[in-house]
């Protein structure tokens, strides 16, 4: 029964990280293109990030190191959110940094779902 309950803290895990990283990129994305921010309002994107981010936080307070740099990951997206609003000075550099940390959240994405599936085949 402790293998089937870690397995399915495992699952939680991975989940609520592929949520997260689901949300930060949908952000990343509305930075990109008109169309990303008509389909998806801002507010729920939001609400739905916050309540993921949280979550995530509560869950990885028993390791502080992946906490933190999962802390620091959100922070770094959210900056380079912030920098890619009308009217800021250094807006095209931004963008470039947008694209590149959109590919890095891609990747992790892809790499946590097959882990995923994994852990819910076994």
Not at 93 to 120: C, G, I, P
Request: with cysteine; glycine share 2%.
């Amino acid at each position: 029964m402790n293998t089937q309950s870690t397995a399915h803290g495992h699952i939680d895990i991975t989940e609520t990280l592929v949520r997260l990283y689901v949300f930060l990129a949908q952000s990343l994305d509305r930075c990109l293109n008109e169309a990303a921010r008509a389909t998806y309002p801002e507010q729920e994107l939001q609400s739905h990030l916050s309540s993921t981010r949280a979550e995530l936080m509560e869950i990885l307070s028993v390791n502080r190191v992946v906490k933190g740099k999962v802390e620091q990951e959100c922070n770094q997206v959210l900056s380079l959110i912030a920098a890619c609003l009308p009217d800021r000075a250094g807006k095209t550099a931004a963008m470039d940094e947008v694209k590149a940390e959109r590919t890095v959240l891609k990747n992790k994405t892809m790499a946590l779902s097959d882990l995923l599936a994994v852990f819910r085949a076994a």
